[in-house]
């Protein structure tokens, strides 16, 4: 078995470690990507507000709605990113019989993963995204029933969207492919030249973690707002409905200005580089623990130093 697997599991498992312990930070930015009216009496006026009101109003189960899908999602995510970007990594690194990527190189391998990522886990983050907005609408409601699953989710935008609709905002998605071509480039590229001259140690994967994730995020963030609102059930109002990437920009601006486009950022940078940096790290320091247990199991012939 290669190491692409061992990368895709320690990356999966990095992958939840991260997620869960910064979910209430997506929360937070997703509702104030989503919110459109910022005169309502209920809507938040920052992050802290947000945050506040979500708490008060819905409890500590407020700030992880969704968390269900979300987990299997970053696994999933994660999982299957390693899987493609280590194997095209390899193939490059056999190719040219180089230890390490060129920077094109690691732009390529990470556009290929990037896309791969995007189609087969598009429809988990569609969930994820309505689960995350429809909580609160719920809870306000007396006598509302139990908050929705991720199941009962899926299935109700098949019966009412169509299965096509778990695949909305796929194209800023893709488009967002360019996120992690920036992060994973950055950070090969730094890893690189530290490692050039010592050996790198967990915080060191924390810090170019977060370094490589704060230029990626702050560069796509206003394609980030928009594919959250097109994963969200679209309105019949003409100037909520985005019909395309594009379209969606520019009503953002129209009706919200350009401070429209960054709504909820803050959280979603601090989210972005905690999440990154805690990835990094627990998928180096699980990747080892990983290729001792496949070896257990016997599914590995010999341990490959990494």
């Known amino acids: 078995m290669s190491d692409n697997v061992a990368h895709a599991l320690s990356g999966a498992g990095g992958g939840i470690i991260s997620m869960a312990l910064t979910y209430p930070l997506i929360t937070v930015g997703t509702r104030l990507q989503v ?3 910022n005169k309502d009496a209920s809507a938040y006026s920052g992050n802290i507000d947000a945050l506040v009101k979500i708490f008060s109003q819905e409890g500590i189960s407020g700030l992880f709605s969704g968390l269900e899908s979300a987990i299997f999602g970053a696994a999933l995510t994660n999982g299957v990113y390693y899987y493609f970007f280590e194997a095209v990594k390899a193939a490059f690194e056999r190719a040219s019989q180089r230890k390490s990527m060129t920077t094109v190189e690691s732009m390529i391998s990470g556009a290929v993963a990037g896309a791969m990522t995007c189609i087969i886990t598009n429809p988990i983050w569609v ?3 309505r689960l995350t907005v429809k909580q609160k609408k719920q809870a306000d409601v007396e006598g509302a029933e139990a908050a929705p ?14 299965v096509l ?3 909305q905002g796929i194209i800023p998605a893709l488009i967002l492919v360019i996120n992690p071509i920036i992060q994973y480039t950055a950070f090969e ?9 010592r050996k790198l140690g967990n915080m060191d994967f924390f810090l170019l973690g977060a370094v490589s994730k704060l230029a990626a995020t702050s560069v796509t963030y206003p394609y980030i707002l928009v594919k959250s609102r097109m994963q969200l059930k679209q309105s019949k ?3 909520e409905r985005y019909d395309s990437l594009m379209d969606g920009l520019r009503k953002v601006i129209k009706h919200e200005g350009i401070a429209g486009l960054y709504k909820g950022i803050e959280s979603k940078l601090l989210q ?5 940096s805690l990835l990094f790290m627990s998928k180096e320091a699980l990747f080892s623990y990983t290729i001792k247990l496949l070896l257990l199991i016997g599914a590995r012939k010999a341990a490959i130093a990494k």
Request: hydrophobic share 35%.
């Open 35 to 37: 919110q459109r009216n």
């Open 127 to 129: 969930v994820n995204t």
């Open 149 to 162: 699953t991720t199941l009962s989710t899926f299935a109700e935008i098949i019966r009412e969207d169509g």
């Open 165 to 167: 609709s778990l695949w």
């Open 189 to 197: 590229q730094l890893k690189n030249k530290v490692e050039s001259f």
């Open 237 to 239: 109002n003409e100037n």
């Open 272 to 276: 972005s580089v905690l999440t990154a």
